[in-house]
């Protein structure tokens, strides 16, 4: 709840400096807005997902297989594109938006692990990947709250 608080205060945030016009920061902002709302809408689908395949693997993990095919690596990939895609130009933006971007990465490189994992059907090998997909979903939270610190940040300096 508090991440998805913190979702919407930053998509507030963004809203709000797009309104400001004549500032050469807000200026460059004008396509970030954007991209983050669309990592954060992926975000909330990629987390939706991920929840709904933990249930599957209990009960059919040939479902969860498909989930993961069809919606999480879909997604994922949709997410690392917009990312590499959408740097923005301001300085203090790019140094946190390149590590949101790794983080985005190493969870996509979690995520292919994941699925190789429950395509074994090995247990131990589901449970360690769940466990190091779920720690990257955590280190994207983290970089995320920075991107968010940063927009603060250069709203606060206007």
Known sequence: MKKTV??????????????????????????YPGVVKQIVVLEIAFKKTFTEVKTALKDSPESALTLIKTT??????????????GTPKIEALVKVHTVLTDAIKKRHSALIA????????EVAAIKSATAKLE?????????????????????LNQ
Do not use: H
Not at 72 to 85: A, F, Y
Not at 135 to 141: A, R, V
């Open 114 to 121: 994941f699925e190789a994992a429950v395509e074994s059907k």
């Open 135 to 155: 720690e990257t979903i955590e280190g994207f939270n983290e970089k995320f709250i920075e991107v968010s610190k940063a927009l603060e940040k250069l709203n």
């Open 72 to 85: 999480l690596i879909p997604k994922s990939q949709e997410m690392v594109t917009t990312s590499e895609n």
């Open 6 to 31: 913190s979702l919407f205060l930053l998509m507030t945030l963004l809203l709000s400096l797009t309104a400001c016009a004549g500032n050469p920061v807000v200026d460059d902002l004008k396509t």
